[in-house]
């Protein structure tokens, strides 16, 4: 028996109000703020990644899903949203457009990496990029926006953690002190971070491993070495947060696992049974358009998994609205009852009437449990003497009344009764 391949998942029908809940609300923000939505290929230049998230970075080097084609070219399925909105940015002479250009996404990324709770190999993303702008208010309502749509599902007890990781200018003086630091104490560093003390020195905050994670907590911190331009960027941030009303935390560990952020990063993280666990974030990333072949252009972005919000949405026990069914439901009796049952459920779906048709040769009671088991409001009821007098019996499922109704003036007896209730 086939099986869906592991790290992925069937999202079946009991589970789309949670998506359709999340997708609306999020779409509602983006409205509010001012965003475009945009839609980029599912698979894209293997280039574009390795250059933007970073070759030393575990994404590029274990969890990309990347294939040869039959051109011979390198494609890589998307591991993230932000590059391909860059390269799009760029590639559609979005330059021309006002600034900040303000877009957002719904994608599937693709990442080979240890299914867990919420997280798979194939997961879906909701995100937005405001490209063209340095400001830091910027920064503080590309943070406000993330926190108004977790508001906006439901979601209490939330953490906004932030860090500035600093720019071209200041980093790498703040790498020197990190490495430093680190080989002091190389003897306790797991593998992956020995390699990273020689690569990618900042990916060693981010190591889970508990010996890793300890030493992180005395390893210098990135904000006591910035420029004098991003100290005063971070300082306006944090007055912008404090004007909005929405707290934060400072962690100097924080530092995002992509290579393309500068100065801010961020991360809004839910109460999970007395312990964290991220439930989106984002930053700046002012070099990435300049890497990728453009001019120089400030930028800021967020992202979040779906699949985490829908398993934190279940954790609150925060109900959705359900998705609503047809209201109508037509049951028949007798081959000629079935073809104005046909005819009849036609007509009220071309009115904009939704309507469940009873389908094969079943008893009334086996059609009518059928209505109640899809919750519909009415069920219309043909047999060979409705169909003789011209006429429908009307079923209410809610109140279990039931009269005739004359055929020609069902579509609007029922308008007027699903109007009234």
Partial sequence: MYKAPRGTTDILPAEQPYWRYVEGQAEAVCQLYGYQRIETPMFEDSRLFVRSIGQETDIVGKEMYTFEDRSGDSMTLRPEG??????????????????????????????????QAGR??????????????????????????????????????????????????????????????????????????????????????????????????????????????????????????????????????????????????????????????????????????????????????????????????????????????PLVFVAYLGEQAKEEALKLSTELRRAGVGVLLSLGERSLRAQLRHANTVSARYTLILGQEEVESAQVQVRDMGQGTQERVPSAGIIAELARRLKQS
Wanted: hydrophobic content about 35%.
């Fill in 82 to 115: 932000t590059a391909s909105v860059c390269r799009s940015y760029l590639e559609r002479g979005m330059q021309s457009l006002p600034m900040p250009v303000k877009l957002y996404y719904f994608a599937s990324v693709f990442r080979y990496e240890r299914p």
């Fill in 120 to 325: 798979f190999r194939q997961h879906h993303q909701f995100g937005f990029e405001a490209i063209g702008e340095a400001d830091p208010a910027l920064d503080a309502e590309v943070i406000d926006m993330a926190w108004q749509l977790y508001l906006s599902l439901g979601f209490k007890n939330l953490s906004l953690v932030m860090n500035s990781i600093g720019c071209k200018k200041c980093r790498p003086v703040y790498l020197r002190h990190l490495k430093e630091y680190y080989y002091k104490h190389v003897d306790r560093l797991c593998p992956d971070c020995k390699r990273r003390l020689e690569q990618n020195p900042l990916r060693l905050l981010d190591c889970k491993q508990p010996a890793c994670h300890e030493l992180a907590e005395g390893a210098p911190k990135s904000s006591d070495y910035l420029c004098a331009e991003c100290a005063e960027h971070f300082q306006r941030l944090k007055k912008h947060l404090s004007t909005l009303g929405i707290p934060y935390q400072l962690d100097h560990r924080l530092v995002r696992g992509l290579d393309y952020y500068t100065r801010t990063v961020f991360e809004v993280q839910p109460e999970i049974e007395g312990a964290q666990s991220t439930m989106g974030g984002g930053g700046r990333y002012d070099n990435l358009i300049e890497e990728l072949g453009g001019a120089p252009t400030p930028a800021v972005g967020f992202a979040t998994g779906m699949e985490r919000i829908v398993l934190n949405l279940k954790r609150q026990n925060i109900a959705v609205p359900p998705i609503p069914g």
